[in-house]
């Protein structure tokens, strides 16, 4: 006797499938972190909640969005917005160890992937639409938070295994910005190595999705790999710029007034 199984109405095949599918990527990632327990004590146990979160949060956009394509223009620059708050926050968590981290995020990332936005948008580069900003935007403010979050690891790592060096530069009477250099150059060569592959890599070791998604839609094979090239480039040009701005306020989180170094180890 074959028992029938009744979903629920709103529980299309499309969204069992989509759901089974996150289900077996989810236990991939634990999978491959278990075996990698040893070499990251403690971000196994990050790996959960991060998926929980990340698909609830992805989830949640998704419904936004198609909301938002209803409504006036002006709503993107709020999703943006609060798209830069929500990556400074994460930024904070993982560089809790810089004084005043949140606004020294939010600083750059607003200044950085902000301002290349802007200039894309007034320029034409980036319709001025609903369906394209927030995708578009949201991409340039990731990579943003992620390289970033990659310069100040980076920096702080540079900083506490140099730090006998930066004391005695200061010692004999280098300023604080000098005493740095080296080491904030080495931090902002390494926090856009990412991002400068996925641009050397475009085409060649992989196809991005928008190219994939507007081929697919109809529009013409190059002009997709025209603007493939265009949304990449504006990451990297948000990312480095971020990195610049946050470069040079960092300097302050990292010295008193006086020119000594505070860092905690």
Not at 43 to 61: D, F, H, K, S, T
Not at 221 to 231: D, E, N, T
Request: positive net charge; charged residues 10%.
């Amino acid at each position: 006797m074959t028992v029938a199984v009744t979903w629920p109405t709103w529980l299309t095949p499309e969204l069992r499938t989509g759901i089974l599918q996150c289900f077996i990527s989810g236990l991939a990632a634990l999978f491959v972190m278990f075996l990698a327990r040893k070499q990251a004590p403690g971000l196994l146990r990050e790996i959960p909640w991060a998926e929980l979160r990340g698909l609830m949060q992805i989830v949640l956009v998704g419904l936004i969005l198609a909301w938002l394509l209803h409504g006036p223009r002006w709503t993107s620059t709020l999703v943006l917005a609060a798209m830069v708050v929500a990556a400074a926050s994460i930024i904070r968590q993982r560089a809790h160890k810089f004084p005043r981290t949140f606004t020294l995020a939010l600083a750059g990332i607003g200044a950085g992937a902000g301002s290349i936005l802007c200039l894309m948008a007034v320029t034409g580069v980036i319709p001025v639409k609903i369906a394209i900003l927030i995708p578009v935007g949201s991409m340039v403010i990731a990579n943003t938070m992620n390289t970033q979050a990659l310069f100040l690891d980076r920096l702080h790592s540079e900083v506490t295994a140099h730090k006998g060096e930066i004391e005695s530069a200061l010692s004999l009477g280098a300023s604080a910005q000098t005493a740095l250099t080296p080491y904030r150059a080495a931090a902002f060569r390494a926090s856009l190595i990412p991002a400068l592959n996925n641009l050397r890599s475009l085409g060649i070791v992989w196809i991005p999705g928008i190219m994939a998604g507007m081929v697919l839609s109809g529009a013409s094979p190059i002009y997709a790999a025209l603007y493939q090239f265009v949304v990449i480039a504006v990451i990297f040009a948000a990312a480095a710029l971020t990195c610049l701005v946050t470069s040079r306020l960092v300097l302050r989180r990292l010295f008193s007034p006086y020119d000594q170094l505070m860092l905690q180890r």
